[in-house]
């Protein structure tokens, strides 16, 4: 590896960028210094779109070499939702070869400093972002979002969401001063002084265990925090989204070692097909850390089963969104429409149930009765998803069979006023493309509980007919009390109204969205100002990003000497 800037050198050019990233965390306004637009690539050593896609292809059918320790044989377990072979082979690792490798790295990345490790994670960001459009169409062949989806969220989004993990690992590191001294007067006699020295110890290896549909915006946040406070990060992708996280540790590990430190600070953790090793590597004494994105069913036990690690789990919630009044009917259901269909529903963040008052709600187009709400909602969705092409790009590819099946199920659960249709895509024919289907539940029918009560992830959603506001709002409070929520949304019009929904989710712990009808959605958020989840109902039990995120990662060893 050749040597590249020095850890000084990279402060020196990274620093502007983190105290921009550090003060607009502190203000929480509009900022981010990845373009996301994708012709602002291709000059300045960035790849064009035609370079990216060539890029992409090159990896095709052959080995991704990492030269990381402990390999002992290649695994290759992805297959593109579009419908194109992927036959990418990863280093398969053995545990106990690279795991002590890995904890061998810490001493001079702890001896870096926080400043030190910023600016080396903000390189890694630099180098990635360079190559968004590759990173583009990784994400885009393991996850099933639409291009676009995919170069925005997988690449300037996710960016976003590891600098702002970065900017909160430094100010969280720095809230204590490096040295101090301390004297303490003693009357007459002379004082009592010491020198104090302290310093930010990473807990030891954190282990990433990645997702299917987001693996580099939810990925991100998890990595960067824990190695910007110190901390190898054993990086264990979803079997059939390895792609995007690979080429992360790849860039990773040529930064590091250019820099000057251990590559194995980052690696991977390939799996082969069944092999499960999630479960073996989160309960190994050396990993302190575990971060992970996914089924509720392995978010608990990961909380339970891994008790020497700090366990940060993003898993399943029921989105919920109360409809009781509007003054842009229009612009509400063109909204919610969107809301329902970008990339099929499979967004953590996606409505699930919408729960609208059996009387009808006013609106500035007069009073809307529950069906007329219900049909007018399947029409803006028809609407939006009426041109193929439009779709396409909406749409995306379902992820897995698994979500087509409850797709196909959904009609059995109550009466369907929106009917999935399937697309060809254009450019991938052995792409599975669904539209959303919306079906009406009754609150009072006590076998509905059961249907509305659990998450159907995908773009299956529920109008749920409720007795009045307070009703809705009694059942959104019990919804994200039982099952948790990434999302709430609502349309009022109301004071009243709105100060119920407020309280229940201040109290519930729930993020809320508040009338949106124009081109800001419920189930999208923003790095450096939004907080994705709160981490304080059973959907999350951490929050992208705060302080909290971070300042578990590492702790403050103090060394004192007389002065």
Known sequence: MTAGPTAEQLIEKHRATLEKAVETIGTRAYWSPHPEHPKAYGE?????AEEGKAAFDALLGGRFPLDQPGTDGWSATETSPYGIPMGVEYPHADPDVLLPAMRAAMPAWRAAGPEGRAAVCLEILARINARTHEFAHA?????????????????????????EAVAYAYVEQTRVPGTAHWSKPQGKRDPLDLSKQFTAVGRGVALLIGCNTFPTWNGFPGLFASLATGNPVLVKPHPRAVLPLALTVRIAREVLAEAGFDPNLVALAAEREGEGIAKQLAVRPEVRIIDYTGSTAFGDWLEQHAPQAQVYTEKAG?????????????GMLGNLAFSLSLYSGQMCTTPQNLLIPRGGITTDQGEKSFDEVVSDLA????????????????????VNPQVGERIDAAASLGEVALPSRTLTHPDFPDATVRTPVVVKLDSGKP???????????GPVSFAVAVDSAEAAVALLRRT?????????????????????????????????????TGGVYVNQTAGFSDFHGSGGNPAANAALCDGAFVANRFRTVEVRRPA
């Open 318 to 330: 029921v989105n919920t969104v109360v409809v009781e009044s509007t003054d842009d009917y229009k």
């Open 139 to 163: 994400v885009m062949h393991t996850s099933g979002q639409a291009f676009m989806m995919a170069l925005q969220a997988g690449g300037p989004h996710a960016q976003d969401r590891g600098m």
């Open 379 to 398: 029409g803006a969705v028809g609407k939006l998803l009426g041109d193929d092409a439009r779709a396409n790009a909406v749409l995306g590819a379902i």
């Open 480 to 516: 994200v009390r039982e099952q948790g929520a990434m999302t709430v949304g609502a349309y009022t019009t109301s004071g009243t109204v709105e100060k119920l929904i407020e309280e229940a989710c201040l109290e519930e712990c729930a993020q809320l969205s508040l009338n949106l």
């Open 447 to 457: 076998e509905s509980e059961a249907t509305y009560l659990s998450e159907c992830f």
């Open 44 to 48: 300045n050593g960035s790849l064009s």
